[in-house]
C-alpha cells in the first residue's frame, strides 16, 4: 500500500462543491483518513471512514469509499474561501505507519 | 484539550550543525509518530513508538538521525551532521489507536 494518488490542484467558484479524488493500494486498510493543511501548518484531521462504510456526512464534508477500484473522495459542499488548503488522503499500512497521498491543493475563487 | 506540541517550530542551522527537536503528544496518547514533509509532498514515516519503545523505522532514517522517548511521554528527534536535503518539514503525530493527530511541525532549513 505505498501508492496513494490525489490529482494535485483543484479550483472552484464560493459557495460551489469541491470533490477531492484519491486512489489507494491497499484493500486490507480498515480505516481511510482525510487530512487537511494550511500553508506552514500541521495536518488537521478533517475524517475518516471504516472501510466497511461507503459513505460517511459529516456536516459540509461527504466521503464516499468504493472498495471494488480502491477510490475514496472527499466533497465539500458550499465550499468557502476558509478552505483552500491541501488535502491528504492517508492509508494506514498493516504496521503503524500512514501512507498519504501527494495532497491536492484546492483554491476557492470568491 | 491539549493537542500535539512541537518546539522550536522553526530552525535555521549551518550544514554540518546538530539540531534537535521536540514533541510532546496529547497526554493520554501511548503511541508517537515521526514525519518528514518536504515541499510539495505529503508526509514520508520515519519512526515510530509504543510508550517508550521504538518499534518501527523507515529507511528514510539514516545513521544520522536518531529519535528518543524515555519515558514514554516527549519524544526528541536529533539530526546529526545536517545537510542540505535535510531541509523540510518535521511532523510529529501521536494516538490512543488508529487515528494520528499532528502537531503544527518544525520547519528546518540547512544553509
Known amino acids: 500500500g505505498e501508492d496513494v494518488e490525489q490529482s494535485l490542484f483543484l479550483s472552484v467558484r464560493e459557495g460551489d462543491s469541491s470533490v477531492i479524488n484519491c486512489t489507494y493500494t491497499d484493500s486490507s486498510s480498515t480505516y481511510l483518513y482525510w487530512y487537511k493543511q494550511e500553508p506552514g501548518a500541521g495536518l488537521q484531521l478533517l475524517t475518516y471512514i471504516f472501510s466497511n462504510m461507503d459513505m460517511k456526512q459529516d456536516q459540509r464534508l461527504t466521503v464516499l469509499l468504493n472498495k471494488k477500484d480502491k477510490h475514496l473522495s472527499l466533497r465539500i459542499a458550499d465550499t468557502q474561501t476558509g478552505d483552500s488548503a491541501i488535502y491528504f488522503c492517508a492509508e494506514p499500512t498493516t504496521g503503524n505507519q500512514f501512507y498519504f497521498g501527494t495532497g491536492t491543493s484546492l483554491t476557492v475563487i470568491p | 484539550d491539549t493537542g500535539v506540541s512541537q518546539d522550536p517550530r522553526h530552525k535555521i542551522t549551518k550544514r554540518g550543525q546538530n539540531v534537535t527537536f521536540r514533541c510532546d503528544p496529547i497526554s493520554e496518547h501511548n503511541r508517537l509518530y515521526w514525519y518528514r514533509q518536504t515541499l510539495g509532498q505529503g508526509p514520508e514515516f520515519l519512526t515510530y513508538f509504543q510508550n517508550e519503545a521504538q518499534l518501527e523505522k523507515s529507511r528514510l532514517l539514516s545513521d544520522r538521525f536518531s529519535a528518543e522517548r524515555p519515558k514514554g511521554s516527549f519524544s526528541t528527534l536529533e539530526i546529526q551532521r545536517t545537510e542540505q536535503g535535510d531541509s523540510a518539514m518535521y511532523l510529529c503525530?501521536?494516538?490512543?489507536?488508529?487515528?494520528?493527530?499532528f502537531g503544527p511541525g518544525t520547519r528546518l532549513l540547512v544553509l
Open positions: 503525530a501521536s494516538s490512543r489507536e488508529r487515528t494520528q493527530y
